[in-house]
């Protein structure tokens, strides 16, 4: 097993209060990101007054890695990591800034009440070895030899102004190959086996405690995800030793 957990994918989610006309600023999205995100942006036709989480617009990054979707209350982040950034953890890093900063000066207008940075994280391990792996570093009596699935989750206050959710699990990834005939992707077979961490770090608690939000928070947070993720090792998360 590598010692190092790899960065899978990353969120980040700006929540704010809703914005029932939220999808006229599309054009301002538009202009403000076209040197990173394809445009025209793809408009939903969701009338104003149904469920707010739902996507109004979204678009994706120009190298097709990131989704950026935008509803009446959040702006949602999604990354996915080649192989060449996830195991560079300060390249990831830099790449969430960046993205940030664009995202954070456009929510600016909206009455922002938190941010969350959710990073899953996975280190492949032998598939004989897992569950004794995980029975040993969380004390579960049901991850028996035979235990085909399984899944931890647990909340706590993090330095009185976070909240952490951590949510450990098996995972199997079967490879993928691009057929050049077709240029579609085919399965080779070939599986690998490991241990998956999501990691949710977010500033509810201030939120909870009726405070303003702060811009600098952004910072803040980023800092201590990335704490975290280069500090601790798979089993300090499988033991809650954070």
């Known amino acids: 097993m590598s010692d190092q957990l790899h960065i899978v994918n990353s969120q980040i989610v700006i929540s704010f209060k809703r914005n029932m006309l939220i999808r006229k600023r599309i054009f301002e999205f538009e202009d403000n990101l076209k040197s990173e995100f394809k445009i025209p942006f793809r408009a939903f036709t969701v009338p104003d007054d149904m469920d707010p989480n739902i996507p109004r617009f979204e678009s994706e990054s ?18 996915n990591y080649n192989d060449e950034f996830k195991l560079d953890y ?12 664009l995202l954070s000066d456009l929510v600016e207008s909206e009455n922002v009440e938190f ?35 399984f899944s931890l989750l ?52 201030l939120f909870l405690k009726k405070m303003n939000f702060d811009n600098s928070l952004y910072e803040s947070l980023k800092d201590e995800v990335f704490n975290v993720i280069k500090e601790k090792n ?9």
């Open 62 to 79: 120009i190298h097709g890695h990131s989704r950026l979707q935008v509803s009446q209350s959040r702006v949602t982040l999604a990354t």
């Open 115 to 149: 941010i969350a940075y959710i990073i899953e994280l996975g280190v492949f391990m032998n598939p004989e070895s897992i569950n004794k792996f995980m029975k040993k570093h969380t004390g579960v009596i049901a991850i028996s030899d035979d235990c085909i699935d």
């Open 234 to 242: 798979v089993e300090q998360f499988l033991k809650g030793d954070l």
């Open 154 to 205: 647990y909340s706590m206050k993090h330095k009185e102004d976070y909240f952490i959710n951590v949510k450990s699990s098996k995972f199997t990834q079967k490879e993928l190959l691009l057929h050049q005939e077709s240029k579609s992707l085919r399965p080779t077979g070939k599986e690998k086996f490991g241990i998956s961490i999501v990691l949710d770090i977010n500033t509810r608690p």
């Open 90 to 101: 300060d390249q990831v890093e830099h790449y969430i800034d960046n993205k940030c900063k």
